[in-house]
Antibody, heavy 115, light 112 residues
Framework: EVQLVESGGGLVQPGRSLKLSCAAS????????MAWVRQAPKKGLEWVATIIYDGSSTYYRDSVKGRFTISRDNAKSTLYLQMDSLRSEDTATYYC????????WGQGVMVTVSS | DVVLTQTPPTLSATIGQSVSISCRSSQSLLDSDGDTYLNWLLQRPGQSPQLLIY???NLESGVPNRFSGSGSETDFTLKISGVEAEDLGVYYCMQATHAPLTFGSGTKLEIK
């Protein structure tokens, strides 16, 4: 069974950093591109970033380019999202998802950016 | 970016009723490889999204066959043939043909 478990969320002040992790199991992690998708409170879904299977290419939405970094450790079957210079508009639940059809999602982790 | 417009925003149905949700794209979702990367997701209250339909009309494993998808190019429809209580939640269409990946604004299904 595919499992994706996010961690690392919390309350952080504007301008500070936070790093999210997503531990994967139940599939060969190194075979798949992975993504982060977020959902602001009471809002819809918004793609954040994608990384291909070997980490050699990454893609970001414009509003996080230069501030967020997606990465992966295939030996640990773990996906990461380093979030720097956080803004209030980054407040959301962050989901990791397997990019192949988006058929597998984690339970999500809440990030609140507030002073 | 591709804009996906979902209608209606809210849907109220009785158990057993059949309902449809529309998703219209601002550009064709037919990819150069011949596939159309339009999926449907359900997000139940307090849960993460769940894939129902991929590539317009393919039922994800484990999803009941009362769910079906159809459409092409820019117009797509999700149909639920006989709503059940567990179907309540927000339905999203999403496209992965054009970067960046985008989602519709959602359709909330309520059970009367």
């Amino acid at each position: 069974e595919v499992q994706l478990v996010e961690s690392g969320g919390g309350l952080v002040q504007p301008g500070r950093s936070l790093k999210l992790s997503c531990a994967a199991s139940g599939f060969t992690f190194s075979d798949y591109a992975m993504a982060w998708v977020r959902q602001a409170p009471k809002k819809g879904l918004e793609w954040v970033a994608t990384i291909i299977y070997d980490g050699s290419s990454t893609y970001y939405r414009d509003s996080v380019k230069g501030r967020f970094t997606i990465s992966r450790d295939n030996a640990k079957s773990t996906l990461y999202l380093q979030m720097d210079s956080l803004r209030s508009e980054d407040t959301a639940t962050y989901y990791c998802a397997r990019s192949a059809g988006y058929g597998s999602w984690g339970q999500g982790v809440m990030v609140t950016v507030s002073s | 970016d591709v804009v996906l417009t979902q209608t209606p925003p809210t849907l109220s149905a009785t158990i057993g009723q059949s309902v449809s949700i529309s998703c219209r794209s601002s550009q064709s979702l037919l990819d150069s490889d011949g596939d159309t990367y339009l999926n449907w997701l359900l997000q139940r209250p307090g849960q993460s999204p769940q894939l129902l339909i991929y590539s317009v009309s393919n039922l994800e494993s484990g999803v009941p066959n009362r769910f079906s998808g159809s459409g092409s190019e820019t117009d797509f429809t999700l149909k639920i043939s006989g709503v059940e209580a567990e179907d309540l939640g927000v339905y999203y269409c999403m496209q992965a043909t054009h970067a960046p990946l985008t989602f519709g604004s959602g359709t909330k299904l309520e059970i009367k």
